[in-house]
């Protein structure tokens, strides 16, 4: 009897600290860490969630484009994510880009083909169970002028907009917060 006490209060401390080891500050740095090489080739790039997932999940983010510009999108996990991947499909359906690379960090960088929107869709696929539920961070940056001028507000109005499409809400992500962005260094991400 008392071994089964004792076993089951090693595995609820085990399950407790296991979610401690996650750091989503990881994730946040490294995609800022990548962010950054991206700004300097001329992308202006803006954070724009932060998230945990669980292995097999989706989080789905849509972006407003505009024909002609360069786009990218970087999706940069913690140690517990140990294979990101990022799908980007048109409005009709069709696949643009992909990363499904088996690295922690996902990356893809497209000309827009036609204004209107994409779908972008960050998939955990692999973690490391052991360090508890991933954490990732996602960036979207755009380059160019396109046919609207330089300086012009090239989203139509429109800023990214993301849910969880197909998986369930991990970490109590509603899909209306705010973005996710570090103050300190928010301003060296944007381009002068």
């Known amino acids: ?8 209060t090693a595995f609820a401390l085990m399950c407790l600290t296991a979610n401690s ?14 962010a950054a090489k ?6 202006y790039i803006l954070p724009v969630e932060a998230a945990m997932l669980g292995r097999g999940q989706t989080y789905e983010l849509t972006i407003p484009v505009v024909r002609g510009m ?12 140990t294979d990101v991947d990022c799908y980007v499909y048109s409005e009709v359906g069709s696949l643009v880009i992909d990363d ?7 990356l893809v960088q497209f000309r827009a083909q ?19 539920l991933a954490h990732w961070a996602a960036f979207v940056g755009r380059r160019g002028n396109s046919f609207t001028g330089e300086g012009a ?13 197909g998986a369930s809400q991990p970490g ?9 962005a570090r103050p300190a260094n928010q301003e060296s991400i944007k381009q002068p």
């Open 114 to 132: 036609y204004t209107g929107d994409v779908k972008a869709y960050i998939f955990m696929a692999k973690t490391n169970a052991s360090y508890g």
């Open 1 to 8: 009897m008392n071994t089964s006490k004792l076993a089951w």
């Open 21 to 34: 080891f996650a750091d989503p500050e990881d994730a946040e740095e490294t995609a800022y860490q990548i």
């Open 100 to 106: 499904r690379r088996s690295y922690k960090n996902a």
């Open 172 to 180: 109590g992500v509603t899909g209306a917060e705010e973005p996710v």
């Open 38 to 43: 991206y700004r300097d080739r001329g992308f």
């Open 153 to 165: 507000d090239y989203t139509g109005g429109k800023t990214p907009h993301h849910s969880m499409g």
């Open 70 to 81: 360069d786009y990218i999108i970087i999706a940069a996990g913690d140690f517990a994510a």
